[in-house]
């Protein structure tokens, strides 16, 4: 599971069962019981269980909030929000690479005392890089789950009522780390993901906004970078791309 999928974990186990009944059981109602029985323990009256014909349906319901179009949507706009941050951590990365750097060259001449400090000055950096990386990346993760869990509730809904309209009598999330779902087969084409992206995006009409068109070239050279977007928790290097 990526990252971000992993945000929703919480949320999913939250709301959403392993197993959802979507369709319950025909209402079987018991015949009148004679006068005489009325003092018989509860259980006794209870009428004994039947099976019904089931048709079951799997979701990977992680993976179809984050493919609609406003899941897709929400995560944009908050990767937007911490390009600042992503920023400001590849200049802290690339100040300590050049430290490193000149320590590596320090001629043989180099005092001690002008050693140390250089060493110190390096390990200051990567401390305050690593407590800048996981403040950003902590907050990071609470807005993106803050923003596809809202999603996630609605997608819910749109979920459960196609489920219910198409006749589906058990619902199977098999997103989860904890699914029970071992195999299943593909020929029954029971998983409905696809269509519930389809279903939600008809219904919020939210559309997915273009990606930003390419910077023009300079001609100048920008400093090598780990290719990072967002905040990242690892220390000592160029920022990765953090959870999302």
């Known amino acids: 599971m990526n990252p971000k999928s992993a945000l929703l974990a919480a949320l999913v186990a939250g709301f959403l069962p392993m197993a959802v009944v979507a369709q319950a059981a025909p209402d079987a109602t ?11 323990p509860a259980e006794a009256r209870l009428p004994p269980p039947s099976a019904f ?4 349906a799997l979701v990977n319901f992680i993976a179809a909030v984050e493919a609609t179009n406003e899941g897709q949507r929400a995560a944009i706009e908050v990767n937007k929000r911490y390009d600042p941050q992503k920023e400001k951590l590849q ?7 050049t430290l490193q750097k000149k320590l590596q060259s320090a001629p043989a001449t180099m005092s001690e005392d002008e050693r140390n400090r250089l060493v110190k000055d390096i390990d200051t950096e990567n401390k305050q890089l690593q407590r800048d990386s996981d403040d950003a990346t902590t907050s990071y993760n609470s807005d993106m789950q803050d923003a596809l869990g809202k999603v996630a509730e609605k997608v819910h809904n749109v ?26 087969s593909q020929d029954q084409n ?6 519930v992206v389809e279903a939600y995006n008809a219904q919020s009409g939210v559309t997915v906004p273009p990606p930003p068109a390419p910077a023009a070239s300079t ?4 400093p090598a970078t780990s290719g990072a977007t967002h905040p990242s928790t690892t220390p000592h290097t160029t ?6």
Request: net charge positive; charged share 15%; proline share 11%.
């Open 190 to 195: 029971a998983d409905i993901t696809e269509a």
């Open 239 to 244: 920022p990765t791309k953090p959870a999302q």
């Open 219 to 222: 001609g100048a050279r920008r």
């Open 30 to 40: 018991p015949p009148a019981a004679p006068a005489a029985a009325a003092t018989a």
């Open 53 to 56: 014909p089931a048709r079951i």
């Open 91 to 97: 200049a802290q990365a690339t100040e300590i690479a």
């Open 159 to 184: 979920m459960l009522n196609y489920v219910a309209k198409n006749g589906y009598t058990m619902l199977i999330n098999y997103g989860d780390q904890q699914s029970p779902v071992i195999w299943a």
